[in-house]
């Protein structure tokens, strides 16, 4: 019985390797510019529309309610009181910032914007004043969420999505402040 010694050329094996790489690199390329866009899935299962842009004119108006009302605690563009991090003698916290160092982003639209209206205290202590001041007798509702418009303009995309995610699971803010 005899067989063929005659080998398959190296090289001829190199080519066929190639050509299979670009194969299949047309394959993904195809693929990632005819899938549809990634859909949004909150952590309910829920898929939701895409993340929203941001209105220009609401964030100007935003950042501008911000600096006037909001700066004297919060800090200059959202950057925080100093040495935020360091809680008091009352283990109570300086204010934070709103930009992406903070966590303002972890919260969803209801949150933050009940804390501005509403203010807040100290939750362990609920007979206690308010640490941050309620705002619902100065700001109106566009104010308010014009206050989140300009927020959201200083988060990351993936922070932004991460607190729009929040938002789809979470209520609309109560109509009323609570008693
Ligand atoms: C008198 C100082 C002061 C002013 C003025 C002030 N805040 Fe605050 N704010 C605080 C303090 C202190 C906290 C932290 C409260 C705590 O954690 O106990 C806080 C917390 C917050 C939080 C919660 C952030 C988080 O991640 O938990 C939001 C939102 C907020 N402030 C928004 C605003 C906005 C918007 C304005 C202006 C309309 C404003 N604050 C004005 C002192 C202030």
Not at 46 to 53: A, M, S
Not at 76 to 81: F, L, Q, R
Request: charged content about 15%; glycine content about 6%; some cysteine.
């Amino acid at each position: 019985m005899t067989r063929s010694t005659k080998k398959f050329p190296a090289w001829a094996f190199g080519a066929l390797i190639f050509f299979l790489f670009v194969l299949l690199a047309g394959c993904a390329t195809l693929q990632t510019n005819f899938a549809p866009p990634p859909t949004l899935v909150n952590q309910y299962g829920t898929p939701v529309p895409p993340l929203p842009t941001l209105d220009a004119a609401q964030v100007a108006r935003g950042k501008q309610i911000y600096q006037t009302t909001c700066a004297r605690c919060h800090g200059e563009n959202g950057v925080g009181a100093p040495n935020w991090k360091i809680p008091d003698a009352n283990l109570n916290y300086p204010p934070p910032p709103h930009n992406d160092t903070g966590h303002t982003w972890h919260h969803s639209d209801r949150v933050l914007y009940e804390a501005i209206r509403d203010g807040l205290r100290d939750p362990l202590k609920p007979n206690s004043e308010l640490r941050m001041p309620a705002f619902g007798n100065t700001l109106n509702d566009a104010d308010i969420n014009a206050l989140l418009t300009y927020f959201k303009s200083l988060w990351t995309n993936e922070h932004r999505e991460f607190q729009y995610l929040r938002t789809t699971e979470d209520v609309p803010p109560t109509t009323t402040p609570a008693p």
